[in-house]
Each structure stands twice: as C-alpha cells, then as structure tokens.
C-alpha cells in the first residue's frame, strides 16, 4: 500500500509495519461497509455514492435530482467536505434531510463515517440515500461505503483525458455522468474521444452526457435511478 | 491523524500504533524535504510546486509558462500522475526536460519522489523546476517537497466556494492563481467573492487572475518568478 496515504499503491519501500497497518483500515473499512451494505438491505434503501474532483458539480446535480425525485420517494443525503456546512444547507434548502461529514484534513469518506451519518438521518424503508463523497478523484475509489452503486461525475471543463490519468476512480464506477455539458460551445472538449477514454478504463459504466444549470439529460439520469429503486 | 490518509486529521479513533505510523510518515517526508530544498539551495535552484484539482489547467499553464521563460533561464519539469506519461510528453514537446512520475492509486507526490526525479533530470545550476503534483486539492497540501514555493491554481469553473471548503490547500498557498479566466462570460462566478474567501483562508498569498487559454495574466505570473529566481 501506498505509505503515506492508507491507499494500496506500490510506491515507497513499505515496512511490513506499514503494509500491515494499510491492510488493518481496509479490512475495517470492510467490515463497516458490509454492515451498512446489510442495513440498507434490510431497508430497501438504495444508496448512491457520488463521486468526483471538487467543483463538478455533484450539490447543483444533487439538487436538481432532489426536485425531480423528492415527491416519488423519501430522500435523504450525507454530504462529505473538509470544511463548512455549506453543501448540506443547499440540501436541506430543497426540502430534504441532509447530515453533513466535516473531514477536517481527510481526503475521502469511509464506511464507519456513513454509519454514524445514517444513525444521525433515521432513514426510513424504501427510500434514497445520495452520499456525495469529498470532492477528490483519487482516494474516495478505493473505500467501500457500503453503497449500491457508484456514480462518478466527470466535468467536461476538466479535460477528456482524466479517465486516462486518474484510471482507478473510473475504472470503480458504475456510471459515468459527463456534466456541464451546456459549456460545450466554450470549450476545447472532445466529447467522443472522452467517451472512448472511459471505455478504455471501464467498458461496463454506461455513460450519460448532462447538464445540471439546463437539465439536458436529468431525465435520463432520474431514469436510471428509477430503474434501481 | 486520519487513519485512512497519513493527513493529520481528528477522524476515527486513532490506535496508538497508527497516530505512530502516522508521525513516522511525515517524519520521514519532512527529512526528505529539507534534503531536497539543500540541493536546490546549493545549486540556486528556484522549485515551485503547483496544485490543484484535477483539470485546473496546470499543464496547459505550464506550456505557456516555458514558452515565455525558457529563454532566460534553464527549465525541468517534475510531472505527478497517477497513471499516463502524457504530461511530460507535452512539457517535452516544449523544449524543455521532463520527468513523469506515475503514483499508481497514490494521491500525492512525496519529498522522496522528488529526490529521486531531480536524480534523473541532472538539474543545472541558476535553474527553475516546476513540479507539478497529482490532481488533488487535499492530500498533496500536507506534503512538504522541499519547494520554495507552494502556488495553487483554481479553475474559476470549480465555484468559488472551494478556498472555505478546502482551506487547508488554501491556508498552504504561497500564490493563488485563479485560471480559466476567459470563461468568465459563461459562468455564475464571482470573483470578488472568490478573492474574499481566499483572504478569509490566507491572507499572506498574493492572488492573480489568468488565463492559460488567452494568455492573460500570465505576464503578472512571469513576472512573479522572475522577482524570485
């Protein structure tokens, strides 16, 4: 494992100390992740958790989806940022509860952090639960949260290569949303080759293209959930 | 510190062995940094350290940034990357030398990585190095390289809510750059609010306006280095 971040990269000569402490969080993010795999279940609760570089866009999605869902399905979201209360007051603002995780330093949500946020929401039977993870396309891949699925957001404003070069978030997700796609006309984006980025990555995702601000292809999106409820 | 990250962060319950792994792990990149920053210092070497998420517009930056210097002075590059050696290449294709570390599912580069990079460069004497980290506005914030300089680029397209809700990134800024900004026109951005919350962050980083795409600004960020070479 890598040994200065508890992900198992090969990067440094690691310590049988270090490899041994990097498998010990992982195997205890497991365990959490299955306990909240199992209550989920047990609830007929599908959880969703999003995942991408900070500034994609995932609270404006959110909110968006909120408005579109809200009336066929209870829904509740924990929100995972360094600092501030912010993207669980935008939450809250369209009507739904909303637990806000601070991680201070930390780079990325873990299994035990959403089992303490799900004690905090009382969810109830057979509705959402959106987690939008720290805005981070590196370390939230490799943590298990316990959810259903794995969205990852992909603005279009961040280049068509990033699939490429942070591979092991695509290669984790389930779906792939392109967002801010109303920027297209003002951007040097190469929709086609970015889609065939992923692929190379990830050939079993499906990939919708969508716009938050104008709502281009929400319909899909919401679809796609609907279809996993 | 966080349990997950080697980041010192007040997350999980901490064993007593993990908060020791934790120390040993900065311990060790510290000394590695103050080593790096000898070997620049003995050489007259000027390192700068960019970050930023992913898809800021480092590398675009950078082009320009060698197109306008590389007369004036001898220039290296340092490239972090989680997979591709497509960075270096197009550092390359500029003129000038290029060294791509790939950290695998690693998120950050390491004062060692950059130890053994500058071994593979051959770095002359009166040079400038950039470094330009793994895409990530967390982790790579902890991480002293041995830099003289900590410079992190914001692409206006994030919202201008990132400095509140990544300080400590913001709180380790030498310089603030926020790039991107030909899309001005096409986006909710504030400026004025963006710069308030950066000075709410860190009042010490000077902040400048550009854009890699159009060029402007970018006589104000030259200038910036050369007052520091």
Known sequence: MCTTCGCPAPLAPSSPTLVHVGQAILAKNSDYAQKNRRTFADKHILAVNLLSSPGSGKTSLLV???HRLKRAYP????????STQRDAERIRASGVAAYQINTGTGCHLDAMMIAQACEQLTLTEKSL??????GNLVCPAE????????????????GEDKPLKYSPMFHAADLVLLNKMDLLPHLDFDVELCIKNIKRINQRAPILSISARDGSGLDEWTQWIRERV
């Open 129 to 134: 639960l959106f987690i939008e993870n720290v």
């Open 64 to 66: 968006e989806t909120i």
């Open 143 to 158: 943590f298990d949260l316990g959810e259903a699925y794995k969205v990852v957001v992909l603005s279009i404003t961040e």
């Open 75 to 82: 829904i509740s979201v924990i929100e995972g940022d360094q």
